[in-house]
């Protein structure tokens, strides 16, 4: 090979990456906000890249995700929003309890904002109703904060003799208060016994798991937070630990060896805003597209973990479950 060609074929291949770098730089850029982890996280993630896919964008070949994590630290939220206006991206994603900052819409009254939560859009303020958002925010919503009174039904059946019934809560998050007042009227209504626990920091959640004995605590219900989320591994344990049936509100717990979750399904959430931030990449505008309500529920059992806590599973149970875990 003469010389030339070898410096004309190599300049080639060193064009490649360079001119794919270029490609990437000219991908839309897609905001992800969460109040959750990435690594406890990863499983929704692959979910919304799903739906983002379903739209024909795939990451890194035609648009990139840019992600922002406050880890449970949901004070971080005003900063890291700020950083994706800043940056600036095409579109926000705003998860995992990320929601909550949309109320003030400080910022972003420009940049297309898709959010997933699991409180009522309209009464929070994000949208002016559900099948006509109006501005520039819509979303995906999912009952959980809601489903309290419901929880605490399975776990009576799940633990029928259990007198004292806690609740670990967490009325620093916004949905937080409802919650506890949702659950509160339920027991009143069904004569059972319940305990409110904090669980708004690391060492409350410790100190409400050491207050079971004393309070004779039998079963424990789980509030919905995505806060809890992040400590979703460390929340199982200490049920194993303190050998407390608990039921949770994602099937994540229930896989994690929860021993029991009913919710709506958190992964289809994630799907579908990751459909709507495709559609909003595509030209379609936030005011047009009406809220969408995740309508998938799931009731998860884990069989592994009631024999370790030596609890038997009804057969009514074990009928209504959507997956047993073995």
């Not at 996280?41 to 990139?64: C, D, K, M, Q």
């Not at 039904?153 to 919650?179: D, S, T």
Request: aromatic share 6%; hydrophobic share 50%.
């Amino acid at each position: 090979m003469k010389r030339r060609d070898f410096v004309a074929l190599l300049g080639g291949a060193t064009a490649w990456p360079l001119a794919a770098g270029a490609q990437q730089a000219l991908n839309p850029v897609v905001g992800f906000l969460s109040g959750r982890s990435p690594a406890e996280a990863a499983g929704v993630v692959a979910a919304f890249r799903r739906g983002l896919s379903e739209i024909g964008l795939v990451e890194p070949r035609n648009v990139t995700i840019e992600f922002r994590w406050a880890e449970g630290q949901f004070d971080r939220l005003p900063a890291l929003l700020k950083e994706l206006v800043d940056r600036p991206v095409a579109v926000i994603a705003a998860l995992g309890g990320s929601d909550q900052i949309l109320q003030q819409k400080a910022a972003t009254t420009t940049i297309p904002n898709i959010f997933g939560t699991g409180g009522d859009p309209v009464a929070n303020g994000l949208v002016a109703s559900l099948n006509r958002p109006g501005g520039n925010v819509t979303g995906a919503t999912f009952l959980t904060a809601a489903l309290g009174a419901k929880r605490l039904g399975l776990l009576r059946e799940l633990a029928p003799g259990a007198q004292v019934v806690a609740l670990l809560a967490n009325p620093n998050y916004f949905l937080g208060p409802v919650q506890i007042r949702d659950v509160e009227e339920a027991a009143r209504a069904l004569g059972q016994r319940l305990v409110v626990l904090d669980g708004s920091t690391d060492e409350k959640i410790e100190a409400a798991f050491a207050a079971l004995a004393p309070h004779h605590v039998t079963a424990l219900l789980v509030g919905s937070d995505p806060f809890f989320d992040t400590r979703r591994e460390r929340l199982v344990a200490l049920a194993l630990q303190h050998r407390v049936p608990a039921i949770y509100q994602f099937r994540e717990y229930a896989v994690a060896g929860g021993l029991m979750s009913y919710g709506t399904s958190i992964s289809e959430m994630y799907r579908l805003v990751g459909l709507y931030v495709g559609r909003i990449l595509q030209g379609e505008k936030p005011a047009d597209l009406p809220v969408v309500q995740v309508a998938k529920f799931e009731l998860v059992i884990n069989l592994k973990t009631a024999k370790a806590l030596g609890v038997k599973i009804s057969d009514n149970l074990l009928s209504l479950a959507d997956e047993v875990v073995e």
